[in-house]
T-cell receptor, first 111, second 110 residues
Framework: KAGVTQTPRYLIKTRGQQVTLSCSPI?????VSWYQQTPGQGLQFLFE???????NKGNFPGRFSGRQFSNSRSEMNVSTLELGDSALYLCASSLGGTNLVFGPGTRLTVL | AQRVTQPEKLLSVFKGAPVELKCNYSYSGSPELFWYVQYSRQRLQLLLRHISRESIKGFTADLNKGETSFHLKKPFAQEEDSAMYYCALQGSNSGYALNFGKGTSLLVTP
């Protein structure tokens, strides 16, 4: 069974740009969650999708958005990038929302 | 508000010694608690959840609602246990969002 995949693995952007990250969940998993990991703040919840609907959203500005497609693949978008958005973005999938299986992450660097 | 506190950033023990990784939480309802582990160059993965009441890789964790704690224990540490450990809480009023502690880096030395 293939694990959670995230693309790209590494990204370098400049301030003001926007970025889209992609996540493919484990086959059969309908829930996809996104987390931001930084040395200072640790792991912070961004949002969770289930069957194309956002079920929950963390305390992040509106520049952070996401969506889920009918095949359960998910994307997250960050617009007007700031230096502080530099982080490891983790995607996790699950059948119903618990027992998360994490992907390898996308390392975003904002210059 | 929910909060997960892991008071130790780094814990160093000798091989064969007991290990206890502390986790305290604050939550007004009945939370679901988890331990996640990240070995070097590997993905974050679920180690155990309190509702399962099982032992994984020799680790156990008991939910103490009175002390609002969910400490992770292992009687005899092994070098391969060296990793980053995260305690996480899932509250009934926050959907399936996990609230993670800052993590404890466990180093088991020979």
């Amino acid at each position: 069974k293939a694990g959670v995949t995230q693309t790209p693995r590494y990204l370098i952007k400049t301030r003001g740009q926007q970025v889209t990250l992609s996540c493919s969940p484990i086959s059969g998993h309908r829930s996809v969650s996104w987390y931001q990991q930084t040395p200072g703040q640790g792991l912070q919840f961004l949002f969770e999708y289930f069957s194309e609907t956002q079920r929950n959203k963390g305390n992040f500005p509106g520049r952070f958005s996401g969506r889920q497609f009918s095949n359960s693949r998910s994307e997250m978008n960050v617009s007007t990038l700031e230096l502080g958005d530099s982080a490891l973005y983790l995607c996790a999938s699950s059948l119903g929302g618990t027992n998360l299986v994490f992907g390898p992450g996308t390392r975003l660097t904002v210059l | 508000a929910q909060r997960v506190t892991q008071p130790e950033k780094l814990l160093s023990v000798f091989k064969g010694a007991p290990v206890e990784l502390k986790c305290n939480y604050s939550y007004s309802g009945s939370p679901e608690l988890f331990w996640y582990v990240q070995y070097s160059r590997q993905r974050l993965q679920l180690l155990l959840r309190h509702i399962s009441r099982e032992s994984i890789k020799g680790f156990t964790a008991d939910l103490n609602k009175g002390e609002t704690s969910f400490h992770l224990k292992k009687p005899f540490a092994q070098e391969e246990d060296s990793a980053m450990y995260y305690c996480a809480l899932q509250g009934s009023n926050s959907g399936y969002a996990l609230n993670f502690g800052k993590g404890t880096s466990l180093l088991v030395t020979p």
